[in-house]
């Protein structure tokens, strides 16, 4: 079964809640968190994880796009994120950041810019449980689905199954029924969407369309 989460990011954060509620039937919420340094945008933090947390009971699956996850990993686990995705690409120590993660007994995941390669986790694969790959530049919604992601997410899938792992492997940016579809078929099994869900006149209705691909 292919797993689904909302980015909020397309949400109306005016009517936050509102909008969470027409999306209850995804299996998770994908919550995007910038700095402004990591990425030339600055989103979510802190309070709203943990408002979200209290009015929602969907798992909370948090991006963080900031530079130095390690610094706030505690805060945002305190809030309520029940799936920490950090970037290798940040200037944290990677294994630290897992550390701290697993100590509160929550997933950890390890977020990949398109330009990176699967290799710079491969130390790290045994111990993690998602690997997110993204298949746009971070820092905004509604970009084009870039094709040529699609070999590292069967690359990454061979690089688990090598040490025998079988670990969750989620895409994020430009994701509707078409790329989704193409995702799948690669190996992934957690499909982030923002625009093509919260633009809909049904969110629900598109969560469940990626749902069955
Ligand atoms: C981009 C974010 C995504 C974004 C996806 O940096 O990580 O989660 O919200 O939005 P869409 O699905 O519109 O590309
Ligand atoms: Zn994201």
């Not at 340094?37 to 947390?53: D, E, L, M, R």
Request: one cysteine or more.
């Amino acid at each position: 079964m292919i797993k689904v989460s909302p980015s909020i990011l397309s949400a109306d954060f005016a009517n936050l809640i509102h909008d969470i509620k027409k999306v209850e039937n995804a299996d998770m919420l994908h919550i995007d968190v910038m700095d402004g340094h990591f990425v030339p945008n600055i989103s979510i933090g802190v309070p709203v994880v943990q408002a979200i947390k209290k009015a929602s009971h969907l798992f909370l699956d948090v991006h963080l796009m900031i530079s130095d996850p390690l610094f706030y990993a505690e805060a945002f686990l305190n809030a309520g994120a029940d799936l920490f995705c950090f970037h290798i690409e940040s200037d944290s120590d990677a294994q630290k950041v897992i550390d701290v993660v697993k100590k509160h007994g929550k997933k950890v995941g390890i977020a990949l810019k398109p330009k990176t390669s699967p290799s710079a986790i491969a130390h790290l694969i045994n111990q993690i449980d998602m690997v997110l790959i993204m298949t746009v530049e971070p820092g905004f919604g509604g970009q084009a689905f870039m094709e040529d992601m699609l070999p590292k997410i069967q690359e990454v899938k061979c690089m688990a199954a090598e040490k025998g792992r079988s670990i969750d492997i989620q895409v994020d940016g430009g994701i509707n029924e078409t790329t989704g579809k193409l995702c799948v078929d690669a190996g992934s099994n957690i499909l982030v969407a923002g625009s093509f869900v919260f633009q809909a006149k049904n969110p629900s209705e598109m969560v469940t369309k990626l749902q069955k691909l």
